[in-house]
Each structure stands twice: as C-alpha cells, then as structure tokens.
Nanobody, 128 residues
Framework: QVQLVESGGGLVQAGGSLRLSCAAS????????MGWFRQAPGKEREFVAQ????????YYADSVKGRFTISRDNAKNTVYLQMNSLKPEDTAAYYC?????????????????????WGQGTQVTVSS
C-alpha cells in the first residue's frame, strides 16, 4: 500500500515562492510517474505538473509553465514542486499523485484518472 504525504504549503504573498514536497512510503516509486494536481474551492481538480520515473520528462499546465518546476529524488522517494512568482489564482489545495501500473513509462502523459494513489493535500494560499 502506498502512502503519499504532502508538505510545504502555507500562506504567501503574491510574487513569493513555496516548495511543496511529497514523501512516499510503503513502496518504492522510483520507476513510476508522479504528478501534482490542485483544486480550488468550487472548482474541479486540475492538472499542474507531471514527471517521468527518471525525471527526464516533465509536463506542465499552461497556467504554471515557466513558474513551477517539478522534480524528484528517487533515493528519498520524494517528489517536489517548486512554485515561484505565485499568483492569487494559484490558491488551492495541492495534491500529489502516483501512477503505479506502468513502470518505466518514459514520456507517456498520464491523465488524471490514471493516477491510482493520492495524498491528502496541502493548502496553498496566495494573498494579493
């Protein structure tokens, strides 16, 4: 059983930065894709970023491209989301997710529904 625990959320002013972490336990996820998603109040959960098992391929939502960076440390079984130049519209609960059905998936882009393990989320609030 995989457990994902996010941390690093908080309150920040517009233009500031935060670094989210997602620590996995119960299983090594070094051979699987990982992703970050977010959900703002009253809105559906949306894709933010995805990273391949090796870290060699990343995908970003257009809304965060150039501001957010996803990375991973497979030795620590941890995925990160560096968020810079934050905007009030980035305010949301951020969720980490793992896709554990395809090992070494390379550049394959997984849809949200294909991720099978999810964390509980960490709140990010950006004030104007």
């Amino acid at each position: 059983q995989v457990q994902l625990v996010e941390s690093g959320g908080g309150l920040v002013q517009a233009g500031g930065s935060l670094r989210l972490s997602c620590a996995a336990s119960g299983r090594t996820l070094s051979t699987y894709a990982m992703g970050w998603f977010r959900q703002a109040p009253g809105k559906e959960r949306e894709f933010v970023a995805q990273i391949s098992w090796s870290g060699g391929t990343t995908y970003y939502a257009d809304s965060v491209k150039g501001r957010f960076t996803i990375s991973r440390d497979n030795a620590k079984n941890t995925v990160y989301l560096q968020m810079n130049s934050l905007k009030p519209e980035d305010t949301a609960a951020y969720y980490c997710a793992a896709e554990t059905t395809r090992r070494y998936s390379g550049s394959y882009y997984f849809s949200q529904k294909e991720f099978d393990y999810w964390g509980q989320g960490t709140q990010v609030t950006v004030s104007s």
